[in-house]
């Protein structure tokens, strides 16, 4: 399989699991990763989301206590 046909799979599945529940699967796409200091590079497999994902749900936390609504 093409390196680009995995990329454009590993697209689809993170785009529909984001669709079907947001919360608890974040999209996971270049410019996210290149926004996350902690990320060095991007590298797409589960690994990788699983400590993306990580990232994002301390990342809610973590507002969501700071914020006062």
């Known amino acids: ?5 995995v990329y454009d799979c590993i697209l689809y ?3 529909l699991l984001a669709a079907a529940a947001p919360d608890q699967a974040p ?3 270049d410019e996210c990763l290149m926004a996350i ?3 060095e590079g991007i590298d797409y497999t589960t690994k ?3 400590k993306f994902v990580q990232h ?5 936390e ?5 914020s006062k609504f």
């Open 37 to 39: 200091p902690e990320i």
């Open 48 to 50: 990788e989301y699983l």
């Open 1 to 5: 399989m093409h390196v680009y046909a």
């Open 56 to 60: 994002i749900q301390s990342t809610v």
């Open 13 to 15: 599945i993170t785009a």
């Open 27 to 29: 999209f996971m796409a």
């Open 62 to 66: 973590r507002l969501n206590k700071e």
